[in-house]
């Protein structure tokens, strides 16, 4: 299928680190929200075999995210190969301190770091990047001179002057999908297998939308046609001669009891106790909140007086549902964050819980009892799927601590 008769291969060096592009095609997939329960039941039911054949003659293996555990967060991590304090995208959201405004952290000048798209791109290789959501598009894209960047969701707009492609429709064969819809994800890893099996791509990276994952849990038929539905596109992928790997932007967990979400409204807590000079900020708020009504695992804290941060992370850790609560510097120590985008503190949830601003800017009943949510440290480990043995070279660190932003160096090894 793939005719290509010469792919640029050779190396590059990007944010520190070293890669030697492969003489073959590279597809790194990031199926958003894929908490490794997925794979383990799409695959025990029969519905992966091409991703278990992945994992028995390459690698399976299970690799720390960054945090908060969000989708830009990870996307911007993957993208430039290292953590949030590299990439400068420490959430889907954060409140800019020279305009005082709470802005979407997608537009590609908060991006800090060049992308290794841009760098394989000028290395010579056929850049694809599609993503489900066009929020993605934008900063994956960045210093993207020539390739293809274009999202599902925006399909029917494609143009060859801003996303170096005309009709992506055609490319697919049908028409866009619906936004809420696993199709969305199907839609884009299709239009991937399409560039590869047209030799129009050799370096893609495709990044999905994590509906699926809100709304059902693993063993659900919906999550199992869904995966299905990937794997067949993860064996056109292989059946054309790429080297797949396979990771996820965050995991993805059940955050309700009986029916009935369990939400700790942190600035409703913070101002009962230390009074009005508190604002939360719920950094997963993005433009698409119907599947998670903007509550998730982590949360950071402006203060009026940042003094008070130290108590207020204490009295943090006596309420229900609060796993971890750290001061600004602390936090971007502990989690690789960038200082100057956190408030004074931020706070991680629990496992169960979620943690929202205050009970009136929520909707739960939108919800319509079922809350699958992620951000927090226990949606921090993620699968990681290579279709080739570890690289010697990366072994040491494979089995001491793998980051899914490894994921195109361990594409790309520089000794393999
Ligand atoms: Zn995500």
New binding site residues.
């Given amino acids: 299928m793939n005719d290509s008769p010469q792919i640029a291969s050779g190396p590059f060096r990007l944010n520190g680190r070293d890669y030697q592009l492969p003489a073959c095609p590279v597809v790194a997939v990031c199926i ?2 894929c908490a490794d329960e997925y794979l383990s039941s799409a695959i025990a039911h029969g519905h992966m075999p091409r991703l278990q054949q992945m994992a028995a003659s390459g690698f399976r293996g299970m690799a720390r995210g960054a945090m908060p555990s ?2 830009n967060v ?1 996307n911007a991590a993957i993208a430039c190969g290292g953590p949030p304090s590299l990439t400068g995208i420490s959430g889907n959201f954060f409140l800019d301190p020279d305009s005082g405004e709470e802005v979407m952290m997608n537009s590609p000048e908060y991006l800090r770091a060049p992308t290794v798209f841009a760098a394989a791109s000028h290395a010579g290789r056929k850049v694809a990047v599609v993503t489900a959501k066009d929020k993605l598009r934008k900063f994956l894209s960045k210093d993207l001179e020539a390739g293809i960047c274009f999202s599902s969701e925006k399909a029917n707009e494609t143009s060859m002057e801003e996303n170096g492609i005309e009709d992506a429709e055609a490319l697919v064969g049908r028409s866009t999908p619906e936004v809420y819809s696993g199709d969305l994800s199907l839609f884009a890893m299709e239009a991937g297998a399409a560039l590869l099996e047209r030799g129009e791509a050799d370096f893609l990276y495709l990044t999905l939308s ?1 509906y699926v994952q809100h709304k059902h849990t693993p063993d659900e038929p919906e999550a199992l046609e869904f995966y299905a539905g990937i794997d067949a596109v993860i064996g056109r992928c292989l059946d054309a001669g790429a080297r797949v790997g396979v990771t996820a ?2 995991g993805m967990n059940g955050k309700t009891t009986a029916g009935k979400p369990n939400v700790l409204f942190v600035e409703d807590e913070l101002r009962a106790a230390f009074g009005a000079g508190v604002r939360v900020i719920c950094t997963i708020t993005d433009p698409y909140v119907v599947h998670h009504g903007a509550l998730g695992g982590f949360v950071v804290v402006h203060l009026e007086d940042p003094s008070l941060a130290e108590a207020i992370c204490r009295h943090c850790l006596t309420l229900p549902g609060v796993a971890e609560a750290l001061p600004r510097e602390a936090a971007a120590a502990k989690l690789e964050l960038p200082a100057d985008r956190l408030g004074d503190l931020v706070v991680l949830s629990t496992r169960n819980w979620v943690l929202g601003r205050s009970a009136e800017h929520h909707d739960l009943a939108m919800l319509g009892g079922v809350l699958r949510s ?1 951000g927090s440290r226990y949606e921090e480990i993620v699968p990681l799927i290579l279709s080739e043995p570890m690289p010697q070279s990366q072994l040491e660190n494979a089995w001491s601590d793998l980051r899914s932003f490894d994921l195109f160096p361990l594409l790309c090894p520089v000794s393999s």
């Fill in positions: 958003d929200g969000f989708t990870n994590d932007d965050h992620h």
